[in-house]
């Protein structure tokens, strides 16, 4: 392994795709926080492509591994990289990218720190995955030499689902906040809605995929509509499961909510639509740490959330900066909804509350976890 100077660290970030997904988007977030914070960074890209590509800082390099038939295609290409040991450490993230690192780095005796990043809540990710899926997933985690959870509920879940020890895990909050909010928020949406103060906007965001449970929000918000006259704006990429985004279509349609619900696809610029909107709901199953949710308290947009695993509670102090509301329950939901649309909020506040979840803090604590990694290794 590389010996590095606490300044002149070398870091590289492995993920799949730049695409609209918030672990893609969280590492774009690190690697700029942490060529900010003074090390050298390379991101490691199965495939260049995405629009989080645009976010990049000038300093932090592409690696474009070009791969033909996704990761598994290029696992000589990353045992490549790891052999020339050019990294003082490798962060990756996404169950089936982490477990192709670990396989890369089989056998080799020189390579970089393997730190996997866990950003979702395992037990509940695999539970809908075949058998041998999973043991390839689960194996693949045994040959990192660290690992990192979003939250320290994933923390806790990833104990039991990998059965690691906990000393092996660290967990590290998303690096969601950076000083380019404010500037972001004056963005216009280009959407009339958010124009119209006489009917509040609802906002969510998040890929338009099942686990996300929009179904459920929708239902909630037919009931919201029976007291209050506001809109529905559900932000995310309708690509991921075209069949979920037609099943969302119908139910608006048999709610007879067309002309109060809508889903314009993945947006570029969530700050400007938080910073308009009157409220902001999160309606997922399971989660690790939801950023979307800390965007929010960062544009000062009052939020409710499902009381889910994990990352809402820990984000929300068990509710002292939100209304938390239990998981698949849209009659609970829609009148945590209507508690909020009644109530006083402080928007500096809740601001205030996003600033725990900086890119600042965040790569600060990454760039400690890789010293005190290399110093041990370096001693034993």
Same mark, same amino acid.
Not at 85 to 92: G, T
Not at 161 to 183: F, G, K, Q, R
Not at 292 to 319: F, H, K, M, R, W
Not at 339 to 359: I, P, Y
């Given at each position: 392994?590389?010996?590095?100077?606490?300044?002149?660290?070398?870091?590289?970030?492995?993920?799949?795709?730049?695409?609209?997904?918030?672990?893609?988007?969280?590492?774009?977030?690190?690697?700029?926080?942490?060529?900010?914070?003074?090390?050298?960074?390379?991101?490691?890209?199965?495939?260049?492509?995405?629009?989080?590509?645009?976010?990049?800082?000038?300093?932090?390099?592409?690696?474009?591994?070009?791969?033909?038939?996704?990761?598994?295609?290029?696992?000589?290409?990353?045992?490549?990289?790891?052999?020339?040991?050019?990294?003082?450490?490798?962060?990756?993230?996404?169950?089936?990218?982490?477990?192709?690192?670990?396989?890369?780095?089989?056998?080799?005796?020189?390579?970089?720190?393997?730190?996997?990043?866990?950003?979702?809540?395992?037990?509940?990710?695999?539970?809908?995955?075949?058998? $041998? @899926?999973?043991? &390839?997933?689960?194996?693949?985690?045994? *040959?990192?030499?660290?690992?990192?959870?979003?939250? =320290? /509920?994933?923390?806790?879940?990833?104990?039991?689902?990998?059965?690691?020890?906990?000393?092996?895990?660290?967990?590290?909050?998303?690096?969601?906040?950076?000083?380019?909010?404010?500037?972001?928020?004056?963005?216009?949406?280009?959407?009339?809605?958010?124009?119209?103060?006489?009917?509040?906007?609802?906002?969510?965001?998040?890929?338009?995929?099942?686990?996300?449970?929009?179904?459920?929000?929708?239902?909630?918000?037919?009931?919201?509509?029976?007291?209050?006259?506001?809109?529905?704006?559900?932000?995310?990429?309708?690509?991921?499961?075209?069949?979920?985004?037609?099943?969302?279509?119908?139910?608006?349609?048999?709610?007879?909510?067309?002309?109060?619900?809508?889903?314009?696809?993945? $947006? @570029?610029?969530? &700050?400007?639509?938080?910073?308009?909107? *009157?409220?902001?709901?999160?309606?997922?199953?399971? =989660? /690790?740490?939801?950023?979307?949710?800390?965007?929010?308290?960062?544009?000062?947009?009052?939020?409710?959330?499902?009381?889910?695993?994990?990352?809402?509670?820990?984000?929300?102090?068990?509710?002292?900066?939100?209304?938390?509301?239990?998981?698949?329950?849209?009659?609970?939901?829609?009148?945590?909804?209507?508690?909020?649309?009644?109530?006083?909020?402080?928007?500096?506040?809740?601001?205030?509350?996003?600033?725990?979840?900086?890119?600042?803090?965040?790569?600060?604590?990454?760039?400690?976890?890789?010293?005190?990694?290399?110093?041990?290794?370096?001693?034993?």
């Amino acid at each position: 392994m590389n010996s590095a100077k606490p300044n002149d660290l070398k870091v590289a970030l492995l993920v799949g795709t730049l695409n609209s997904g918030g672990a893609e988007k969280m590492m774009v977030q690190l690697a700029n926080a942490l060529h900010k914070a003074g090390a050298a960074v390379e991101l490691l890209l199965v495939n260049k492509t995405g629009p989080f590509l645009d976010d990049l800082l000038p300093g932090v390099q592409i690696r474009n591994l070009n791969a033909v038939k996704g990761v598994k295609s290029v696992v000589t290409d990353i045992r490549k990289v790891l052999k020339k040991n050019l990294f003082d450490a490798v962060i990756s993230t996404q169950p089936h990218v982490n477990s192709v690192l670990g396989y890369a780095s089989l056998g080799l005796t020189e390579r970089p720190l393997i730190i996997m990043r866990e950003a979702s809540t395992p037990s509940r990710k695999y539970s809908g995955i075949n058998p $041998v @899926s999973t043991f &390839f997933y689960k194996t693949g985690y045994r *040959f990192a030499d660290h690992y990192v959870a979003v939250s =320290e /509920g994933v923390k806790k879940d990833m104990t039991a689902a990998y059965n690691l020890p906990e000393s092996s895990i660290t967990a590290i909050h998303n690096p969601v906040i950076d000083d380019s909010i404010t500037e972001r928020c004056k963005e216009p949406t280009g959407d009339s809605w958010f124009d119209d103060p006489e009917k509040p906007v609802i906002l969510a965001v998040g890929r338009i995929v099942p686990l996300k449970n929009h179904k459920m929000l929708i239902e909630a918000f037919a009931k919201v509509r029976e007291h209050k006259d506001a809109r529905l704006v559900i932000l995310g990429d309708k690509q991921l499961d075209p069949d979920h985004t037609e099943v969302l279509n119908d139910l608006i349609m048999d709610l007879n909510l067309s002309n109060h619900v809508k889903l314009p696809g993945f $947006v @570029s610029n969530p &700050f400007s639509y938080l910073s308009r909107a *009157f409220l902001f709901v999160l309606s997922s199953d399971y =989660e /690790g740490l939801p950023g979307t949710l800390i965007q929010a308290l960062g544009c000062g947009c009052p939020v409710v959330s499902t009381d889910c695993p994990n990352g809402p509670a820990e984000i929300l102090e068990a509710g002292k900066w939100g209304i938390l509301t239990p998981p698949r329950d849209a009659e609970k939901m829609a009148e945590s909804i209507l508690t909020a649309m009644n109530s006083n909020h402080d928007s500096e506040r809740l601001k205030s509350r996003a600033t725990d979840f900086s890119s600042e803090k965040s790569a600060s604590r990454y760039i400690t976890l890789i010293r005190q990694l290399m110093d041990e290794q370096n001693k034993s």
